[in-house]
C-alpha cells in the first residue's frame, strides 16, 4: 500500500485549521534579538492568517507563515517545539 497518500502536508493543516485548535506561532519583538514562540487557541480563521488568543488572555493576529505547528488533539507537542515554548 502506498504511504504517501496519507501524509499531510502542512498545507493541510493550514487549511484545516479551524476555532478550538491549538497553534504555536512565532512573535516579532522589535526590541529582541530572536523571535519568541507562544501557543494559543485558533479564535478566528481568515484569508491572510487567524486570531490566536494565549492562555493569559492575549490575542494576536498571526499570519500563516509564522504558524510553527497545529497540534493534533490526544497528540504532545514535539520536542522542539515544546522547547522553544519553554524559553524565556
Do not use: C
Not at 494559543?40 to 490575542?59: A, H
Amino acid at each position: 500500500m502506498d504511504d504517501t497518500q496519507y501524509r499531510q502536508t502542512r498545507q493541510d493543516y493550514l487549511m484545516n485549521l479551524k476555532p478550538g485548535d491549538l497553534i504555536a506561532f512565532a512573535v516579532h519583538f522589535k526590541d529582541a534579538i530572536q523571535d519568541k514562540i507562544l501557543s494559543g487557541k485558533v479564535l478566528d480563521k481568515g484569508f491572510e492568517g487567524v486570531t490566536v488568543q494565549t492562555r493569559l488572555g492575549s490575542v494576536y493576529k498571526v499570519p500563516f507563515d509564522d504558524i510553527a505547528w497545529v497540534r493534533i488533539p490526544g497528540r504532545k507537542w514535539p520536542s522542539g517545539i515544546y522547547s522553544a515554548l519553554k524559553q524565556k
